[in-house]
């Protein structure tokens, strides 16, 4: 038996309620694709998203660096609790009061030896879910909107992919491929277009609401100072 099957013919576990939700949203996104999506809130904080969204936290391989409040997935399931770290954050999260923490600032080596540095923003763990909810419930909807040459930051592609695409064009005929990158792209994202984009498919205001209070959370750099965030978006979260 799978292991989110329901016992006995019972409801469906999280896991099974979370991919029911993604795929009519997704079907609905693309059957109407000059569709707002309204009520999309009760999604985020429902007890099924929030718990799947702790487990991808809690399975990702940065879920061992702490954010600013120095609390990793490992203390919330060893010390605090998961059933009430997540009953906690759904009521912060459903009366308003939930705000976000400044991300904690940390600069790694860019690969290829150019001695540069590429600097990330360590989000807190309930930052960290609450951002993975809102990840679950907004990602099938504009995915409706990718075309299918995209690749980058999408469920189940890969770079690998793209690769593979260049190979099959290049036996066909084609002989040039442009790499093309936006310097410092994360860092200068302006949030006013970013979120006039985000409008376009949503109207619920308590999620843009949250999707506004995350590029907003500010920074707390290595030096202990704290910045605030008005354009860009810290890679990481």
Known sequence: MPEDAPPNGGAPGPRARVLEMQAKLHRWAVADPGR???DLFNFVHDPATLLVAFDRVAGNRGARTPGVDGLTATDVEES???PGFLNDLRAAVKDGSFRPLPVRERS???PGGSGKVRKLGIPTIADRV???ALKLVLEPIFEA???PVSYGFRPRRRAQDAIAEIHYFGTRGYRWVLDAD???CFDSIDHTALMDRVRHRMKDKRVLMLVK???K???LTELGESKETLTGTPEGG
């Open 36 to 38: 707002r999506f309204d």
């Open 80 to 82: 605090i609790g998961v």
């Open 108 to 110: 790694i080596p860019k």
């Open 130 to 132: 609450v951002q993975a």
């Open 145 to 147: 909107d990718f075309k």
């Open 182 to 184: 936006i310097e410092a």
């Open 213 to 215: 209070a995350f590029l």
């Open 217 to 219: 959370a500010g920074i």
